[in-house]
């Protein structure tokens, strides 16, 4: 059933009030089983968004709802069981001295019981590919293999809705790749919501819905495909098109596309169909 | 300058437990004026070689050398401040190391300790701040008070004001959304050029690479995997496949177009927009 599981009402914010407005009347919901993309360039207001999610900061004017809750500093405890989230430093969320230990830690500030989780930790850390790192130290691991411990000990806590806040950010293109396929199997295997947030286009291919922020405010809610056909517009505010929209951008006055290609295999399927053609 | 590595290994915290080869058996040669890439993934050895590049590391094993500069493994290398004036970097973040009250001072900090006059350096400080695309109004704020990216660029600027022959760039456009990426990734593509410098790129972006450099080498687990013009080494999709990297995109773009539909176009840095035409007039011959 599709419910809203975030909800943006008018929100505004800013960080003191001598500063100028970082979010400018921001609306717009989440429904469950959504994969939503928050994009934009260094201080168009996305990570703010994730920040007013899960009660890190409190919006100036509006409401925000998480599940049917409004957040607001009463109920923060309530939305953070909800809400995880995996931020940019992988090296700045680690608390346990070995990934089981760090998965441990938000289950036992929960009070869960022993034998569930052990279940747990060991669920999640299959859900990301850990599992043969359970004693390992966090430190020691590579960037991508922190990221993923960490979204572990997020699902762990089972919350209805993960967000992360350009958690590829600092990887190699090595811990990228991990990082998305990781976020892509959750999606299929778990029911959760997933929110992520980057400047980066090539992440959002997968999305089932963008929403694109500039200058605080929302500047557009669109598919992947719809977006990548606004390259000239989406210059304008700093981001830039992945290298298949651009070329078929420029080619779509002489071939034919029914919808925009995402991949490289689409945008060659249609290119060898227009040239098959006689 | 030119620079040249003859059998470098570098071995961390040597005979205790902890010993750690970071570099091993290393080597190559940089001619002078060149643009050149270094990529590797994490742990494959790239900070720590950039470290033997102005001395702050020393070879365990070999010998490097830099212009007139040598730096010989078990000799203590003389004239080190030398180097470091010679060869500037650029750290990765480099803006977490800002630190003076005002952005003039910020940027003097490093001239001044390299013995410059400060006439010298009140004339290098609008030079470098206008190769850094940053306006002379902003000399006497607080470097904290700017964006990310213009903190990035009065680092940069510091690093400029030294006057280097050597510019060592470690992953400079971390963190930048992707116009503040190309617009600093432009900016030390046009100061390669004025001022005729010796670029060392080191990134794990694959098209940055393509785009900017002449030559390209690989690491891997501290080994040279692969060394070559950018041309020759993008297009071994095997080679770089054994090492977890992908070919650029507009390399694989390419092979796939000739291997599925017999259109052949060869890579030369061409822009996107000549790239597009070429298709064009191929699809078009083939009707």
């Known amino acids: 059933m599709q419910e809203n599981q975030i909800v943006f009402k008018n929100v505004s914010f800013r960080y003191q009030e001598d500063q100028p407005w970082v979010l400018k009347n921001v609306s717009f919901s989440i429904q469950s089983d959504e994969w939503v993309a928050i994009l934009g360039h260094n201080g168009s207001g996305k990570s703010t968004i994730a920040k007013l999610m899960n009660g890190l900061l409190f919006p100036d004017q509006g409401e925000i709802f998480v599940h049917g809750i409004e957040v607001t500093p009463e109920t923060i405890w309530d939305v953070r069981a909800k809400v995880g989230m995996v931020f940019q430093n992988p090296d700045n969320q680690f608390v346990g001295t070995t990934v089981r230990d760090d998965v441990a830690f938000g289950l036992e500030n929960r009070g869960v019981d022993r034998l569930v989780m052990i279940k747990r930790i060991k669920e999640s850390l299959e859900a990301v590919s850990m599992e043969d790192y359970l004693l390992h130290e966090p430190h020691r691991l590579s960037g991508g ?72 405010e929302v500047w557009i809610e669109t598919s992947p495909r719809e977006l990548f056909a606004k390259e000239t517009e989406l210059r304008t505010i700093g981001l830039d098109v992945p290298f298949v929209a651009k070329v078929t951008n420029r080619l779509k006055d002489t071939v034919e596309f029914s919808e925009q290609p995402l991949r490289q295999k689409e945008l060659i399927d249609t290119l060898w169909t227009f040239h098959s053609q006689t | 300058m ?167 760039l470690d992953e400079p456009t971390a963190g930048l959304d992707p116009k503040g990426q190309q617009e600093i990734m432009d900016m030390f593509y046009q100061l390669h050029h004025d001022k005729g410098l010796t670029t060392i790129l080191v990134t794990h972006s694959m098209e940055d690479a393509l785009k900017y450099a002449e030559h390209v080498i690989i690491l891997e687990g501290g080994r040279k995997h692969l060394e070559g013009d950018v041309g020759e080494v993008f297009t071994q999709k095997q080679t770089l496949k054994e090492v977890q990297l992908d070919v650029p995109e507009v390399i694989q773009f390419l092979m796939d177009l000739d291997e599925r539909m017999g259109i052949r176009i060869p890579y030369e840095k061409q822009t996107i927009d000549v790239l597009s035409n070429q298709i064009k007039q191929h699809l078009k011959a083939r009707r």
Do not use: C, W
């Not at chain 1, 806590?157 to 600092?170: F, G, K, R, S, V």
């Not at chain 2, 790239?46 to 040598?70: A, C, M, V």
């Not at chain 2, 400060?118 to 704020?141: G, W």
């Open chain 1, 145 to 216: 293999q922190k990221q993923r411990v960490a979204i572990a000990g997020v699902l762990a806590i089972q919350p209805d809705l993960i967000i992360l806040d350009e958690a590829t950010a600092m990887l190699d293109p090595r811990g990228r790749k991990e990082i998305i396929s990781t976020v892509n199997n959750l999606r299929v295997e778990t029911r959760v919501n997933l929110v992520t947030i980057t400047h980066d286009l090539n992440e959002i291919v997968d999305a089932d819905r963008v929403i694109v922020m500039n200058e605080g």
């Open chain 2, 2 to 168: 030119d620079i040249s590595f003859t059998d470098v290994s570098h071995i961390y915290q040597q005979n205790s437990p902890f010993e750690y080869h970071a570099l091993k058996d290393l080597s190559f040669s940089i001619p002078s004026g060149k643009f050149v890439a270094i990529v590797g993934h994490t742990g494959s050895g790239k900070s720590t070689l950039i470290q033997h590049l102005n001395g702050l590391l020393r070879p365990t094993k070999g010998t490097i050398e830099i212009g007139d500069y040598r730096l010989i493994a078990g000799e203590k290398p003389k004239e080190i401040k030398g180097l470091r004036k010679k060869v500037g970097v650029v750290f990765q973040y480099p803006e977490h190391q800002l630190f003076e009250e005002t952005i003039a001072k910020d940027i003097a900090f490093g001239p001044k300790n390299f013995g410059a006059t400060d006439e010298e350096i009140a004339e290098r400080i609008p030079e470098v701040m206008r190769a850094v695309n940053l306006s002379e109004t902003l000399l006497e704020r607080s470097p904290f008070d700017l964006s990310g990216g213009q903190m990035r660029r009065v680092a940069i600027a510091g690093v400029l004001a030294m006057n280097p022959e050597v510019l060592v």
